[in-house]
């Protein structure tokens, strides 16, 4: 400090900080002091000697700041003289990384106090006389400490409006422990300790906006768990092994914004517990157990992402396993913005997934396990009609049909790096006439006659810059740049992917009989060839296939014969039930891309509906003679 001071404005008194053993005190400047206390350093009014690993008092401190009494436990009490200053206000205690067991007695100040950290000490517990004292005091934080219970009568009457206990081992909430800081506690943090159970309506907190319990031992969330938390605006349960959400887990939080859950042991996001969340605007679901969804959103119809909060906005689906979107999954969510579904295992998307995202703008589904969605289904995403921006980057995609993006007249941003694709039909991307990127990289491309107009399409649209895409067959043609080949080297003298030659046929069967479904496609290509069998989209794992291959001739180009392998599958179902009943459809596959039959129906009948049907016709017959 400098050795003369001119005398400081009444109505402005400087700010001396006080720090020893990691000690910080606001006091009044006084103009006697002279010099800095050994080894403590000095910056205008900053007195510090934190961090300085002493046990003793520093020398030389002036004797008007403070007066300390060391304890053999080394817990410091701290008397204040702010009596000398008389507009001198006491509003600040820094007193983590020291040995209390207690909240230690902090002198007749301790009414002006409005902040005190006790972070890093041994306390074990708090109490009503600990903290009765500090009548001002707005934030506490006992974080890092031995706590490991807070009791109804923890907690005195107090303005508190920010309360950390993070990293403690509180394993026990008791009824009405925090009911005398109803009116006034807005953030409450309980990250890191051992609570296996929330009791319901524990939080019993109407102003609170904060509430954070990430990181604890919870494993079920019963409904009204959180009710009374009426201005409760985010609340975070991450890293807990949550396995089951309760209906009505979070009814009564109807001012949320934000709700996360990542990093839990969830296998379903169901029906109810998202009840009554009216304002969310994002909701994180990463790193669950998540198999499905079950139209989840559709029970409040009026969840919805208020437009002007969407620019962040964005939900988060799960990792770990494979899940599907299932029929209108996020109805209900008409005003969403960006939808996140990335790095997850997406492998199925049902017809009108996406149904209720009318004003969608951006749609992320980089690295999933997508493939028939896009090789098979009529416009997946034909009603997202406003989507500007879609990413499929790092899937399965194998093939794009002109059907594939149908309805994206809107779309501006394409991502498909990234996908082995081996084909892309004629205009296949005709109708999206406002897109300015097509990103896409693939060296499987098979270089045949059909895809003649890419080249030249993707020049004409000036893509070249984000397509990059070379040949993996015919073999006069592997490696090169499709950009390069000429035109008349795009031939069509072989069909290396599989051609679906006989359709499965709807049928319609009495319950218990036996059900057949053929199919079969030829290629031109000896790579070996997969089979599969879907029910209502879902592949069959555990059907009974069998399979079968013969040789044939059939005319090539310029006279010449191409040796051609028929390949055919048969679905054999026994005994047939109601629940058989549904749309069977083959899936022919080799290195060049899979072929997708046409969708065969199967009926089961009861015999009396059989019976009844002859009768019927009988009768029908005779009144009309």
């Not at 606001?26 to 403590?40: A, F, K, M, Q, V």
């Not at 904060?210 to 969330?221: D, G, Q, S, T």
């Amino acid at each position: 400090m400098s050795a003369s001071m001119q005398p400081l404005n009444a109505a402005m008194y400087a700010v001396v900080f006080l720090l020893f053993s990691r000690i910080e005190l606001i006091l009044g400047y006084d103009e006697n002091t002279r010099t800095c206390p050994s080894p403590c350093t000095c910056f205008g009014d900053l007195l510090d000697c934190s961090r300085l690993k002493r046990r003793g008092i520093p020398e030389n401190l002036p004797e008007w700041t403070v007066q300390f009494k060391q304890r053999q436990s080394q817990t410091l009490s701290l008397h204040t003289t702010c009596d000398k200053q008389p507009l001198c206000l006491c509003v600040y205690r820094k007193l983590n990384n020291n040995e209390f067991e207690t909240v230690p007695d902090l002198g007749p100040h301790a009414a002006n106090i409005t902040t005190l950290i006790l972070a890093n000490n041994r306390i074990t517990k708090i109490s009503l006389e600990q903290l009765r004292p500090l009548q001002r005091l707005e934030t506490l934080d006992l974080s890092n400490n031995s706590i490991v219970d807070i009791k109804a009568d923890s907690f005195p009457a107090l303005p508190l409006k920010n309360l950390i206990m993070n990293n403690n081992r509180i394993s026990t909430l008791e009824t009405g422990c925090f009911v005398n800081l109803s009116s006034t506690l807005q953030v409450l943090r309980l990250n890191r300790n051992r609570l296996s159970t929330i009791p319901a309506k524990i939080f019993q907190l109407p102003n609170l906006q904060h509430l954070e319990l990430n990181r604890n031992r919870v494993r079920r969330v019963e409904g009204l768990t959180f009710h009374g938390l009426h201005a409760l605006r985010s609340l975070k349960i991450q890293r807990n092994g949550i396995s089951r959400l309760m209906d009505g887990a979070f009814w009564g939080l109807s001012n949320m914004e934000v709700l996360q859950l990542d990093y839990n042991n969830l296998t379903e996001v169901s029906k109810g517990w998202l009840y009554g969340l009216l304002t969310l605007q994002q909701l994180h679901l990463g790193h669950n157990a998540i198999m499905t969804l079950f139209s989840s959103f559709s029970c409040s119809p009026s969840l919805s992402f208020p437009s002007h909060f969407l620019s962040y906005s964005h939900c988060e689906l799960p990792t770990p396993l494979s899940f599907s979107l299932s029929l209108s999954s996020f109805v209900g969510l008409s005003l969403l913005d960006e939808l996140h579904i990335g790095n997850n295992r997406v492998s199925f998307i049902a017809d009108g997934a996406f149904r209720g995202l009318s004003h969608l703008q951006m749609l992320d589904l980089q690295n999933n396990e997508i493939s028939w969605t896009i090789e098979d289904m009529n416009g997946p995403f034909s009603a997202l009609d406003k989507l500007r921006k879609l990413f499929l980057q790092g899937n399965q995609i194998r093939s794009v049909t002109k059907k594939s993006f149908s309805g994206l007249d809107t779309l501006e941003h394409l991502d498909l790096s990234n996908n082995a694709i081996m084909s892309v039909q004629g205009n296949a991307f005709v109708q999206m006439k406002k897109v300015e990127e097509l990103h896409l990289n693939t060296s499987s491309l098979l270089c045949d006659c059909q895809l003649k107009w890419f080249p030249l399409w993707v020049a004409e649209q000036a893509f070249l810059p984000y397509v990059n895409a070379s040949c993996a067959h015919p073999l006069m043609l592997k490696g090169k740049s499709v950009f390069t080949v000429r035109q008349e080297d795009f031939v069509c003298d072989d069909f290396p992917k599989p051609q679906i030659t006989v359709q499965p046929e709807t049928q319609s069967a009495i319950k218990s009989a036996n059900v057949t479904f053929v199919c079969s496609a030829a290629s031109s290509s000896d790579s070996p060839m997969t089979f599969a069998w879907k029910k209502d989209n879902e592949v069959l794992n555990d059907a009974e296939i069998h399979n079968q291959a013969h040789l044939r001739a059939q005319g090539g180009g310029q006279g010449r014969e191409t040796e051609v392998t028929e390949y055919t599958t048969t679905l054999q179902l026994r005994s047939v039930e109601f629940t058989s009943e549904g749309k069977y459809q083959c899936v022919i596959s080799n290195h060049f891309g899979s072929s997708y039959s046409t969708k065969a129906k199967l009926t089961v009948n009861s015999k009396l509906n059989n019976l009844l049907v002859l009768i019927l016709m009988f009768v029908l017959n005779w009144c009309c003679r």
